[in-house]
């Protein structure tokens, strides 16, 4: 192998800057030649590809976004963008391909290779850590403490005004980011799509909190079965019927996928590209590199893809005994 | 004069505490006797009033909210209501206010000091720094920061997929908070209560910009007379009807709201509380105190609540001319 | 057992207020009384115990330093001492412990342990990392990130002049918090206590970087052989011997101490706090309650502080990769 | 006028890529082509000069340093070097300068224009706030409040152990970040080159602060007429004679230089920008665009470098008052 491609793809996530440096210079140290892909698949059909330099990745391995740019193709879901994007990869010669992004990248790289042959190694590029085969994805780390900061601003105003706060987080399928912001953060309740929220026993405690506590903070996964944070409150709202109470909704938003990356997510994201360029050099392929109990691993973009990565049991009790 | 009172009302912003502090220590600094009323007005009513030391507003200088908390109070706009208060005031001895807040705070203690005689004097707390009578408002400075920040890491995702994002911002009635986040944020347009909102202009210069940017940033405040950044958003859309172009709407909310204040607010808290007290000492009532031109002001709380205070000139060319 | 006592002792980290919210609010939940020992042994020599509430540990999750304060006790370190402390644990009826710190915490405990039998739990509270039985210790990621954040500041002003920067972290007898600094902070080099510095080589690299590199960052742990970043950047300095080279020393000092917990800090603080108390409660003693591979372990004293922990030999061989 | 040049020299300072920016888009938008000059006065002897567009100062307003560079040029202090500098502009037909920075750099920019006759208007660059004619400069609220985050962070760990902090923060002739940070920071004491300092106040204070307080922070500016940071405390610990005292020192050096710049610098450093380029196209020379009471003012180089600028007195009387 001679010559590697690099691309991001799907919703970017803080760290992968530092994953496609890691891969640009772990291919140069290595002997190899380095392309990047701009947008992704998108880029790939329409022949966006340069060479990537040591000095191309200096100076980004503390910023938020992707200098190789991010988009979403539907030409590559054919059959004839696909052998666009493989005519593209044989004019540079590209032999190997590192593919940053989460299950739709994951996907389109299965495909491809099973259809052209190219070797494709992954990293977990994703904020919402909702992928199978390594302990965090790249991007995760940064989105709960920028989420985290945002609550803990909001509990500032809350406690002020005595008041109860929903805060919706983003997870469409998947509660990593709230959990982790909800026991870091102090919330009285938490609502995820893995599990079943019982809202009359929120409204139930929420009556009897004040009591004791003057202001709540319900922290509400994006994906919550019962709705998202602005339909929840109202519903609870309904149901504990006091005018006395005052309930405010926040939605965080697109700031929790920006920003400079966290250490963790710097490293974890230096650690995945390095292991994708090497794993390219020792004949892997439809695998993604990942940080499980502190090593690499290398796990098959169909288990990434098709096994479920549940929330971990012990944070789950935490948020029981933490918000009494 | 020897036992003052001090309070914070309306809206929480970031600074109060450091307000509170001062008045505090600078009353004790001089002598005085100092109360803490807890909720504003309604504690005012409730007679929830604490004597307060030195040691009482220690380690408070860096938080955000305000350790006497804030309420909105309908009982006080009764005649009942007010002289309830004044019982309690009365009650405890207390010859003196500080009252800490905004348009709504002042005009209730005009009318309470007209009707029963207690001198008070006010320090602008609010981050709309709509308030005549100090060049910035207690707050502002940070919910700016807080809001820049913040859009900053959503030029970061919205330059890796080249969108145009629409970001409200606080203001129901001021643009200060937009035009400063415009100006830092490198804002392609900002829309503001004071001026006509040109929504053909923008629609033009959206679709030409592309040829030459990849991604836009309009900043809304939220009281813009043509809606809301969601509503502004979906008729730019409308007009601009260009599926190419993916536009997202990101609502700041109460984030701004909260956090630990900026060097300035502190300053500036820190500034208006000393002042007011000495204020008080000196025999002023009925007035605010804030900072002009670097130099402490007293300014009549008619003034305060009646006059109108424009957006800089000066920034408001910038806007023009940065965006190109 | 009915009663239990928390402490913090050693140097402070942040995390260690999440870890005694945890504490009080896991023991409440199970029904036992629990109280808070201040400034660790020497509070426990002088009876300086206080009963707590749920309320007691509201709102200091996010909080840096440790609301029970901690300090070095001489007077534990004699039979006479620890017999004092014993009485008063007895006085009030505290029939275990957690015990919040480091190594000389745990070498205490074990020994008090031993003498008078009251069970003890610890949790890793240090910035250093150096503790076995746990993947991190609580504070570690935030002094990381602490530090991270003013390397990327430094790199700011080092860049803009062309200069080469040696920039002190803490660790004086462990590389954790330089290793991943320097990874995350893109640095040059990294010099840690556990490997053999070659000064030789970093001249050698340092001469030919500028041909590439116009700045550099030089990561130095405090305990490196070769001494602390001021004699280091001296020898290089006088070996290097190029007027034309700008070197300049920061030592980031009691900054990576303080400040609010990562959200990582916050959550594995709760843990460490609930798995303590849960350790008590199952008969367990003379151990330490960690994190490894994402799982609640304990670990005996006895290993915690005579069981070395190893850099990671991934992030080394990041380090050298990474800095071409 | 039909070409014009910017460049920044002296010490970088968070803004000046703001002001950059500025420059650049406010020649665009007025006719003119604008060249970046590499480096301060060594890149314009060297001609490291080239042309600047919209697109070149994208994306830079909320970075640290300066994309220009800086450089310290002892060449430009003599006859030659200045001749070589001249016919550098003349070979780009540069017929108007914008100078970023501070004392040095208008000295530098006052002799060059008096030689060789071509207009100079600066913008005041630097973090030390040091330059009359203006009432902050730009840079100067980045690096208070990098030096308050600091600052807080050190009152947690210093509140933990019950210690005596010393914190030196940059102003070799000037006690603006100290005065702002002493505030801001809570501080007990505050030392800066233009009083006086009294040890022996200081001595008697901290020995009875003790009773009430537990911890104590010392804000000294680098340029107090007593030493540095180190060297006070040392003469101040010998005093207290007291082993029950924990003393302990923290410089914060460099990281005061770098960081995303605050909305405040972002704005000014805008507003100076487009004043600077504003005046030369008014016929202005030999002279600094600043913003005094919220108004550009234009202040003749010789004011800027030989007129004093003192420090705010009620800054002053705060900080004696609110340390009680």
Known sequence: MKKIAVFTSGGDSPGMNACVRAVVRTAIFKGLEVYGIYRGYEG????????????????????????LKS???????TPEGRKKAYDNLVAHGIEGIVAIG????????KIFQEEFGIPTVGCPGTID??????DYTIGFDTAVNTALAAIDKIRDTAAAHDRIFFIEVMGRDAGFIAVDCGIGGGAEFVMVPETKTDLSMVVKSLKNLRKSKSSSIVVVAEGDEEGNAEAIMQKVKEKINDKEKDFKVTTLGHIQRGGSPTAKDRVLGSLCGMAAVEGLLEGRMNCMAGVMNQEIVYTPFGDCIGKEKPLNKEHLKLMEILSI
């Open 129 to 134: 850590n909702d992928i199978y085969g390594t």
């Open 44 to 67: 790939m059909i329409e022949g966006d590809i340069k060479r990537m330099y040591s000095y191309s990745v200096s100076n980004i391995i503390q910023r938020g976004g992707t200098v």
């Open 102 to 109: 989460g299950d739709g990248t994951f996907t389109g790289a």
């Open 71 to 77: 988009a979403r193709s539907m030409e590559f879901k």
